[in-house]
């Protein structure tokens, strides 16, 4: 029977978020919501979920003719909950919760190594357990789906 080899992070990682908002701005990107993350932020901006997803949301192609639902980005790539740091920071969504503990992050130590982000290798061990449990909890709650909406003329 082959040996199982340890993940890279088997003895923790050093991460300690510093809030410089780099992550949150500046360049393009996603932030996937899934259920739990819409109704702690509808309750929290005290709106109706469909006011809540026209308003700050957009749908994102996703895989085999679905959509994501993300949350929009200003015109120069902020967060559109970025107001000289996070609006919403206590009811941030899972995807920002967890960073940067991704599937897509831990995928390689070198990968790890290779992100700029100040706060990965200083501060706090996160031990393989939590690192885990990170990952599980993002499995366990996927992203919100819908099929593709086509505009008119579309094939």
């Given at each position: 029977m082959?040996?199982?080899s340890?993940?890279?992070?088997?003895n923790?990682?050093?991460?300690?978020?510093?809030?410089?908002?780099?992550?949150?701005?500046?360049?393009?990107?996603?932030?996937f919501l899934?259920?739990?993350?819409?109704?702690?932020?509808?309750?929290?901006?005290?709106m109706?979920y469909t006011?809540?997803?026209?308003?700050y949301?957009r749908?994102?192609?996703?895989?085999d003719?679905?959509?994501?639902?993300?949350?929009k980005?200003?015109?120069n790539y902020d967060?559109?909950f970025w107001?000289?740091?996070c609006s919403?920071?206590?009811?941030?969504?899972?995807q920002?919760r967890t960073?940067?503990f991704?599937?897509?992050?831990?995928?390689?130590?070198?990968?790890?190594?290779s992100?700029?982000?100040?706060?990965?290798?200083?501060?706090?061990?996160h031990?393989?357990g939590e690192?885990?449990?990170?990952?599980a909890?993002q499995?366990?709650?996927?992203?919100?789906?819908?099929?593709?909406?086509?505009?008119?003329?579309?094939?």
């Amino acid at each position: 029977m082959p040996a199982v080899s340890k993940p890279f992070y088997a003895n923790g990682l050093l991460f300690s978020c510093t809030r410089c908002s780099e992550c949150c701005r500046i360049d393009p990107g996603f932030v996937f919501l899934r259920k739990k993350d819409t109704e702690i932020l509808v309750s929290a901006l005290k709106m109706k979920y469909t006011e809540f997803v026209e308003t700050y949301c957009r749908w994102v192609p996703g895989f085999d003719g679905t959509e994501q639902l993300s949350l929009k980005e200003k015109a120069n790539y902020d967060c559109i909950f970025w107001d000289r740091g996070c609006s919403v920071y206590e009811s941030r969504p899972l995807q920002c919760r967890t960073f940067p503990f991704w599937p897509s992050m831990l995928e390689s130590a070198k990968y790890w190594k290779s992100m700029s982000c100040p706060g990965m290798g200083k501060g706090a061990l996160h031990t393989r357990g939590e690192i885990e449990l990170f990952l599980a909890q993002q499995r366990a709650e996927p992203v919100i789906e819908r099929i593709a909406v086509k505009k008119p003329g579309e094939i």
